[in-house]
């Protein structure tokens, strides 16, 4: 069975601070996929790590996959309050035939 | 493109009966559709796949019979609770995918309040 494990779960943080969400995961993966939720809503998609290495930067976010470690990082850069939002892992198991695995998201809080 | 939608938004009932939501893909065709649910503070838990044309297969736990799902389409797979009672009260997540191992698109989501 996959397993999906993020941490931390609860990150409060300072404006214009750094910091790092790991997500590690039990078995091969085909992809990982980064998402963020707001309140009440449904997720957004940032993005989609296909590859050992593969590196994926958007804005204050980057994201990292390193396949043999079976982890991968979203690391913010600089905070803002815009960025306070739950953020999820997902992975897409090479036997799962599409069936993603969450791990348990980790809300984030961007203080002023 | 690829956008998906979901109807209700929002839907409240009374416990015993049934309701219905609607998932459509708008600008491809979704070979493969995903209902996911998601409690309060908690992450989403996949209920069950779907095919077009096929039965769905439902993940361990979730009761196949009083989550009833029809993919009859290329464009829509529909999820209807039977039955709700409060337990059945959460945020169900539907997405949808062009092919297999292609990346699902998800909807807006339903939130279910059952009375």
């Known amino acids: 069975e996959l397993k999906v494990e993020q941490n931390p779960l609860f990150l409060s943080m300072q404006e214009g601070k750094n910091y790092t969400i790991y997500c590690n995961y039990s078995t091969t993966s085909d992809r990982l996929y980064w998402y963020r939720q707001d309140p009440g809503k449904s997720l957004e998609s940032l993005f989609v790590?296909?590859?050992?290495?593969a590196v994926k930067q958007e804005g204050r976010l980057m994201a990292s996959l390193d396949t043999k470690a079976r982890l991968s990082t979203l690391h913010i850069t600089a905070a803002v309050h815009d960025l306070s939002a739950t953020y999820f892992c997902a992975v897409d198991g090479e036997t799962s035939g599409s069936r993603l695995t969450f791990g348990e998201g980790t809300q984030l809080t961007v203080n002023p | 493109g690829a956008v998906v939608s979901q109807h209700p938004s929002r839907v409240i009932c009374k416990s015993g009966t049934s309701v219905k939501i609607e998932c459509r893909s708008l600008d491809f065709q979704a070979t493969t559709m995903f209902w996911y649910r998601q409690f309060p503070k908690q992450s989403l838990m996949l209920m069950a796949t779907?095919?077009?044309?096929?039965?769905?297969?439902?993940e361990q736990g979730v009761e196949k019979d009083k989550f009833l799902i029809n993919h009859a389409s290329l464009t829509l797979s529909t999820l209807t609770v039977t039955s709700a009672h409060p337990e059945d009260s959460s945020f169900y997540i539907c997405?949808?995918?062009?092919?297999?191992?292609?990346?699902?698109?998800f909807g807006p989501g339903t939130r279910l309040l059952v009375l």
């Open positions: 997405s949808a995918s062009p092919g297999h191992q292609q990346t699902q698109y």
């Open positions: 779907s095919n077009e044309g096929s039965k769905a297969t439902y």
């Open positions: 790590l296909l590859s050992n290495g």
